[in-house]
């Protein structure tokens, strides 16, 4: 792969900071990096392979020259500075909300559909975190047995809502443990010892926006509208890694056995195969592949199976999907 | 209602102990409360009604002239004394899983099937904690639109493991935060700040005895041997509560606004209707009522729904259920 320029925006965000890991580690060709954060960071150092990056702000002409630019500081100043970005030459990889839905945006998983690539006007949307560990579990499956629906109910860490619910959870439960008043700021109705069902906005009808992105980026990334997607979304008190239990109804009934081996030779999935093995949280926390574990059929219908799917949501949930993102446009001959 | 004698076997457990407080709270007609516990409690006393009672060791004899004896000792136990006690005249109402598939014990939770109590041998089975929320939540719907499969992920307490996994949660919490070793006697693979899909032990074809419990009882309760239900049962670090993430397939379509009136007509339940107001597992603490909310259609198909259910697992999910059961026996015209 040539050398490229990449830029990261909101590179002081948890996932921000995940991505600078993630190219380091996987030697991402990176010929200069510019880092992009809020105003209160600007002048900052960051460390990158040993050299100190000083964080800048974004300005007319940011993007000049950037190859690839990873944005990860929210959907507002995706809108406001992606297309900028597109504009001043750059591949954007969004790991916003901001442009999921828009059909000219491809929205990929590297192991799941990275044809989607194949067109695309500088602008490349990562899925939301919940959905990406999902759809990577769901593609062989999918290419199995084919599938109706799928009921999810979600076991989400709050590093998904950023750094300062990470550290809201730690100072609450200290609270909760000391008998003082914990604080509410991220969480209002806590999140100490407490699971809430209750992530992103409502949106109508009784449903939360994250529960309305696993049904919708679900059926985009898997390319089947008809699959019907029932989601239950909940943060839990993890610092970092989601958990989901799955249950899938297929078109064809399910051999398990020739499940498993397509599992096993999933790119990205490591089936943990036995009862007790079940993959945990912490466990799948600095880990790049999505785990699933507790695989097993519906003893009273073959075309039923439920899973338990765990991975790291700041890295193959963010981090790590973009960069991947960014790998697959560099391997392919015209791109970026 | 007439006075009882009423016994309590595991009266210093973490369910033994509701009973008492329940007992007392409803003004259940106690006329002796003879208080059972295991050795190392025996002589110790305990407060009910401003009086100390003393705890004794099982023998033979104890139960003659026990109107009630409620069990909550382990399955274990339940089979070996609860014969005795049967045989020594008692009614027992068992909180263990021993007899619950017994097809001669009757199963109830009394908002849904009181009228199982009509005949009975002398034995009658608490339900399993998560299967009574649930039950009794899906009563309605059940009776309004019938129920052809139930998918359920739940987040179930550590008081639903007793009172060391209680303890433990605290320990271990206050171990990671000061970034010692966590105690791990209950919970082998760790619960503070973690979610675990392993409930009771495996039982074959990747399946947990609490989701097959989850099967079981359900079909038994609702009286319908063709219901589906597909459980996946996690614990969570929560001190107390079940929380359930619930999707119904109908039979027949959802209508929404007919549902929410039977809801709130259902004795034992209350319905939270709007977005905001889902219930939470603390404040479902210390409640009676099993509370339902983030209720929704599934906007692809009339004929599923989803919920949201919370209740206090050692209340309806266990204590209140059994003296509940008790009241229903006194209130029946030939019973006990």
Redesign the interface.
Known sequence: MRESCVAVVGATGAVGEEMLRVLERRAFPVRELRLFASSRSVGKRVDFKGEAITLRALESGAFRAVDFALFSAGAERSRAFAPQAVAEGATVIDNSSAFRMDPDVPLVVPEVNAAALEKHAGLIANPNCSTIQMVLALRPVRDLFGIRRV?V?T?QSVSGAGRRAMAE??AA??AR?EGRAEPREVHP??IA??????IDV?VG???TREELKMRNETRRILADPSI?V?A?C?R????RSH?E?V?VETRDRVDLPALQEAMRAQPGLLLRDS??T?P???EAAGRDEVVV?????????PR?L?M?VVADNLLKGAALNAVQIAEALCAAPTLP
Chains 1, 2 share one sequence.
């Open positions: 009921v109910a076991y959870l730690e439960t200290r443990l109705r806590g010892f407490e699971v809430v069902p209750h409502f009808a009784g449903e019907d029932v239950t909940v839990v008190p993890v610092f958990s239990a249950v009862d007790e079940y945990l949280a912490r574990g507790r695989l097993r059929v519906d003893p009273d219908d039923t439920a338990w």
